[in-house]
């Protein structure tokens, strides 16, 4: 069955730099575009970014412009976001979500970044 | 910048039916938002219900129908359970790579 399988999440000072890793399984992860999606604590869900399925096209929110970057490497199955200059307002579960025809289609189970002093 | 509108909170009677709707702060929804529905219950990760409008996602109950109701996006629920108590998001594709979720709502089955 499809599972995605989000590490990487901690606990990290404002500006600092965290990688959120996505092991993906039971499907051609290499056909797929794939997104990002934050919930901060008590808050509702946020789109953050999206890479097609060969990561010639990336899209971001406009508040995590210029500060994260969305990556895969097909060889290993893997989606990336590496996350920069962090601040408060970053602290959120995050989810890594497999796409489909412009929605989102199966969910990771999240991890949590908490950025804190 | 536009704002995708739900309803805070909706309460339905056990067995009833009930209608979630998802809108536009300006300008009206159509099937090129491509709308999708999603249904969160506390602590858990979201669970897709709908995408394109109608189209159900795999292991959905068919008492789980999407459309389009005059100038908005509509989850419809039908003989509603216990467990359908949850929180409910609708998501609509703005286009040139950005999609935006609506606030939420909060479904009370009582």
């Known amino acids: 069955q499809v599972q995605l399988v989000e590490s990487g999440g901690g606990v990290v000072q404002p500006g600092g730099s965290l990688r959120l890793s996505c092991a993906a399984s039971?499907?051609?992860?290499?056909?797929?575009?794939m997104h990002w999606v934050r919930q901060a604590p008590g808050k509702g869900l946020e789109w953050v970014t999206f890479t097609r399925y060969d990561g010639s096209t990336k899209y971001y929110v406009d508040s995590v412009k210029g500060r994260f970057t969305i990556s895969r490497d097909n060889s290993k199955n893997t989606l990336y976001l590496q996350m920069n200059t962090l601040r408060a307002e970053d602290t959120a579960v995050y989810y890594c979500?497999?796409?489909?025809?412009?929605?989102?289609?199966?969910w990771g189970q999240g991890t949590v970044v908490t950025v804190s002093s | 910048q536009t704002v995708v509108t739900q309803e805070p909170s909706f309460s339905v009677s056990p067995g009833g039916t009930v209608t979630l709707t998802c809108g536009l702060s300006?300008?009206?929804?159509?099937?090129?938002?491509?709308p999708s529905w999603y249904q969160q219950t506390p602590g858990q990760a979201p669970r897709t219900l709908i995408y394109t409008t109608t189209t159900r996602s795999s292991g959905v109950p068919d008492r789980f129908s999407g459309s389009i109701l005059g100038n908005k996006a509509a989850l419809t629920i039908t003989g509603a359970q216990a467990d359908d108590e949850c929180d409910y998001y609708c998501v609509l594709y703005m286009g040139r790579g950005t999609w935006v979720f609506g606030g939420g709502t909060k479904l009370t089955v009582l």
């Open positions: 039971g499907f051609t992860f290499s056909n797929y575009g």
């Open positions: 300006s300008g009206s929804v159509s099937t090129s938002y491509y």
């Open positions: 979500v497999k796409d489909v025809a412009w929605a989102f289609d199966v």
